[in-house]
């Protein structure tokens, strides 16, 4: 139950790195046309600006009943290769329908 | 009365552009410390990120008792010179002492 519960969060969960802004605006609007209630669009560093393009792209364009439910930055550290600390901002939108 | 407020409120807002993150972080913990009880950093586009980063510097290296009060996205319309409309998406983060 827990593990279901765990898979399900991971599911709603959308990570956008580098690729183009339109991969990552289809698989938030796959999520919440499967039914799942709020996506969470998670990013890093260069990637936030992205992340947010992704989020009013969906909310205007493609799934217009969606509402930005709530909008947290941290700090995270990154442990490089090179056995460094990185310090890299992150943010995480939460959308909601 | 109402120009000075005016006034008031565009000098507690910064806005991130294309300049290191660190030019950002002074013109915020200044403001801070000139006894603006909130400030409000702004950005489009790619320095969004920025953005978070200078938000996130000033909270946890400069001015440790700033909670981050209160974040919007938006999406703006830019007119440019050839007369096309641009849309840009936009971040307002809210510091507050």
């Known amino acids: 139950m827990a593990e279901q519960r765990a898979k399900r969060n991971l599911e709603n969960v959308v990570f956008v790195g580098k690729k183009g802004t339109m ?23 260069k990637a936030i600006s992205r992340a947010v393009d ?11 009943d969606a509402k930005i439910n709530d909008i947290q930055i941290a700090t995270e550290e990154i442990n490089t290769d090179e ?10 939108i939460k959308l909601m329908k």
């Open 83 to 92: 056995g460094n600390v990185l310090k890299v901002s992150a943010i995480e």
């Open 23 to 45: 991969s990552y605006v289809l698989a938030v609007v796959t999520q919440m046309n499967q039914g799942s209630p709020h996506v969470m669009i998670k990013a890093r560093g």
């Open 54 to 64: 992704v989020a009013e792209i969906v909310k205007n364009k493609f799934v217009t």
